[in-house]
């Protein structure tokens, strides 16, 4: 392949994986707890043809690395339901997966099952922090979440959020939009410098659309510009190729 339009390509499919996290962003930006990303790209040499067969020296193009979220808490959005909660520090709650597997979010938004289990409103139910499900009785009223993560109703102690943190948020997997998964050690916010749970409260996503769309237009017309130099560059090949084939 000509090095040339080779060097047009790779810069147009990093255009449009960088595209493709900027519009996931954007599509999230109303869900809770969500986490913007953005997309890192590394240099990548390559050896240039030189004459009969040598290399002509090093070109560089560009290869994706993947994609970094950014771990700014969202803005902290006030509710009137008791069960929402916003969590401030860089902590997470524990739930249990579809799969049964614990998985970990910072989505405060919660509600209670038709068993009366603590779930998220999307229904994975929160453990507390013994890693079980939190349960109420039928006649369990006047919920209060303390800002240790400790639950009680008017009939006494109802258990405690399990909350944990982790040594690097970067290798958490994303499952869905604010779910995570790991296979480091869940640490306990006790090693936190600063933690706590407000109550009828829940974080946003970080994502600004103001910033976001001005990205996408950005993207946008950068894709443009390649698209089209590496037109440019077609044409030139093309005509080099009729120049050389009148000459006689």
């Given at each position: 392949?000509?090095?040339?339009?080779?060097?047009?390509?790779?810069?147009?499919?990093?255009?449009?994986?960088?595209?493709?996290?900027?519009?996931?962003?954007?599509?999230?930006?109303?869900?809770?707890?969500?986490?913007?990303?953005?997309?890192?790209?590394?240099?990548?040499?390559?050896?240039?043809?030189?004459?009969?067969?040598?290399?002509?020296?090093?070109?560089?193009?560009?290869?994706?690395?993947?994609?970094?979220?950014?771990?700014?808490?969202?803005?902290?959005?006030?509710?009137?339901?008791?069960?929402?909660?916003?969590?401030?520090?860089?902590?997470?709650?524990?739930?249990?997966?579809?799969?049964?597997?614990?998985?970990?979010?910072?989505?405060?938004?919660?509600?209670?099952?038709?068993?009366?289990?603590?779930?998220?409103?999307?229904?994975?139910?929160?453990?507390?922090?013994?890693?079980?499900?939190?349960?109420?009785?039928?006649?369990?009223?006047d919920i209060s979440i303390a800002t240790d993560g400790s639950i009680s109703t008017n009939n006494g102690e109802r258990g405690k959020l399990g909350i944990v943190s982790f040594a690097n948020e970067q290798n958490m997997k994303r499952r869905g939009n604010s779910?995570?998964?790991?296979?480091?050690?869940?640490?306990?916010?006790?090693?936190?410098?600063?933690?706590?749970?407000?109550?009828?409260?829940?974080?946003?996503?970080?994502?600004?659309?103001?910033?976001?769309?001005?990205?996408?237009?950005?993207?946008?017309?950068?894709?443009?510009?390649?698209?089209?130099?590496?037109?440019?560059?077609?044409?030139?090949?093309?005509?080099?190729?009729?120049?050389?084939?009148?000459v006689k």
């Open positions: 392949m000509d090095t040339a339009l080779f060097v047009g390509l790779a810069h147009r499919s990093a255009l449009k994986r960088r595209m493709d996290v900027v519009a996931h962003n954007i599509a999230n930006m109303s869900t809770a707890a969500f986490n913007k990303e953005r997309s890192v790209f590394r240099q990548h040499l390559i050896d240039a043809p030189g004459a009969a067969g040598t290399v002509g020296g090093k070109i560089a193009t560009v290869m994706d690395h993947g994609v970094v979220r950014n771990l700014e808490a969202g803005t902290m959005i006030p509710t009137s339901n008791p069960l929402d909660i916003f969590i401030n520090g860089r902590a997470y709650l524990s739930v249990q997966g579809g799969d049964g597997q614990t998985v970990y979010t910072r989505n405060g938004r919660m509600t209670l099952d038709s068993e009366r289990n603590l779930t998220l409103l999307s229904g994975e139910k929160i453990l507390d922090e013994n890693g079980q499900a939190i349960q109420f009785d039928e006649d369990d009223i779910l995570y998964e790991t296979d480091q050690a869940p640490q306990p916010p006790e090693n936190m410098t600063e933690f706590s749970i407000r109550q009828k409260a829940y974080e946003g996503s970080n994502v600004n659309p103001i910033e976001s769309m001005v990205e996408m237009i950005d993207v946008m017309r950068a894709y443009e510009r390649a698209s089209k130099q590496s037109g440019g560059i077609e044409e030139m090949r093309k005509d080099s190729l009729n120049r050389l084939a009148q």
